[in-house]
């Protein structure tokens, strides 16, 4: 049995990784209409990893002999200038997913909720790739002057698997 506590918390997470998959597939749909469509891609991907770890934690609350409650979802509200801003806005949003992450291992841990615990873990790891990779990719744009160079990064950005 897993502790209410930390159930709702797993809860909330889900929703939390549903509302970050529409971020993304939004910002995916704002990419491809200016023309970005290696940026577009790689939001897409974003979108669909976003999508597999909601999946993965109803999993585990089902495997744990639970039932995962749906939520309403937040509309992406974003009213972002150009590409930069748009994976500024990325990087805030992977660091608010991280605290939210190890804020789930914290209360696990306390819980003494270990199966827990573990299963988290691999989001902690995760999130720390998530920020690091984001934040290369704010690094390259604010490097290169117009779009030319960012033409450049969208190329490599659309090869993302
Ligand atoms: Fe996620």
Redesign the pocket.
């Known amino acids: 049995m897993i502790k209410k506590e930390v159930f709702k918390k797993i809860n909330e997470q889900i929703k ?2 549903y509302e ?2 529409f971020i993304y597939k939004q910002m995916s749909i704002t990419m491809a209409t200016k023309g970005w469509d290696g940026f577009a891609h790689w939001f897409h991907e974003q979108y669909k ?2 999508m ?3 999946e993965e934690m109803i999993n585990y609350l089902i495997t744990r002999g639970e039932t995962p409650v749906l939520f309403d979802l937040k509309k992406p509200d974003l009213k972002l200038e150009g590409v930069l801003a748009h994976f500024e806005k990325a990087y805030e949003h992977e660091c608010f ?1 991280s605290k939210s ?1 190890n804020d789930i291992v914290a209360l696990a841990i306390k819980a003494g909720d270990y199966a827990t615990e573990n299963f988290f873990r691999r ?1 902690v790891d ?2 720390v790739q ?1 920020e690091d990779s984001v934040s290369s990719i704010v690094d390259r744009l604010k490097l290169v002057n117009g779009d030319a160079g960012y033409l450049m990064i969208d190329r490599q950005l659309g090869r993302r698997e």
């Open positions: 939390l990784e970050s998959a990893e976003e597999d770890h909601a997913v992450i989001y995760e999130q998530e």
